[in-house]
């Protein structure tokens, strides 16, 4: 059963903590992506990863970082610089081949509230 | 700046009617736009995208319409079904691979009455 799957589904971060977040992919997609969902916006590219060992700083990276060791996986680290973390986090992965009809498959989700 | 807007925060449609959802643009980078669905507490789902080679795409009971000139595009559910209920997110890639810059509108939530 291909899929994106996202853990924990609720996280709970105290001050000065910083807290991470798992994305697995058995997709075999080369690109990741990790968004954040606020009420009333849209989805805001928070990193990507085109490749293993490679990732990109995206609209609001800051407070943020990630890893991409293994294709599989791209995990989120929410640090305690991050000042206004509670939001919905969103990954996703695509394919990564430059056709246009390429689309993001998007995980179930990992709500962060803050403590 | 490249944007999306969505400028109706929710929708209520009776069942079995048609579902009108609008999306407008500016400054985009790339004329593919998509539309996904969410459910509360999941992920968005891909629904229906349209290239600019076209002005309507069809799938089902789903079509999404492009105006360039006006760059509007608009996503038809016809007939609306309950299950149609859920928030629905217009994108536009802002290249022609899948990462980098794909701007996401801030969501028109659909409640569709039985």
């Known amino acids: 059963d291909g899929g994106i799957t996202q853990s924990p589904k609720y996280l709970f971060r105290k001050e000065g903590q910083n807290v991470t977040l798992s994305c697995e992919q058995n997709?075999?997609?080369?690109?990741m992506y990790w968004y954040r969902q606020d009420p009333g916006q849209g989805l805001r590219l928070i990193y990507y990863s085109q490749i293993v060992n490679d990732f990109q700083k995206g609209d609001i990276a800051e407070g943020y970082s990630v890893s991409r060791e293994k294709k599989e996986s791209f995990p989120l680290t929410v640090t305690s610089a991050q000042k206004n973390p509670t939001a919905f986090y969103l990954c996703?992965?695509?394919?990564?081949?430059?056709?246009?009809?390429?689309?993001?498959?998007f995980g179930p989700g990992t709500r962060l509230l803050v403590l | 700046d490249q944007q999306v807007k969505q400028n109706s925060p929710s929708l209520s449609v009776q069942e079995g009617r048609i579902s009108i959802l609008n999306c407008d643009y500016t400054?985009?980078?790339?004329?593919?736009f998509l539309w996904y669905k969410k459910y509360p507490a999941e992920g968005p789902t891909f629904l229906i995208s349209?290239?600019?080679?076209?002005d309507k795409n069809e799938d089902g009971r789903f079509t999404v319409f492009l105006n360039k000139s006006a760059k509007h595009l608009s996503l038809h559910i016809v007939p609306s079904q309950p299950g149609d209920s859920a928030v629905y997110f217009c994108?536009?890639?802002?290249?022609?691979?899948?990462?980098?810059?794909?701007?996401f509108g801030p969501g028109t939530s659909l409640s569709v009455i039985p």
């Open positions: 994108a536009n890639r802002g290249s022609k691979t899948s990462y980098d810059k794909v701007i």
């Open positions: 997709l075999n997609h080369d690109a």
């Open positions: 400054n985009s980078m790339f004329d593919y």
């Open positions: 349209i290239s600019s080679i076209k």
């Open positions: 996703a992965s695509s394919p990564g081949t430059s056709g246009t009809q390429e689309t993001q498959y």
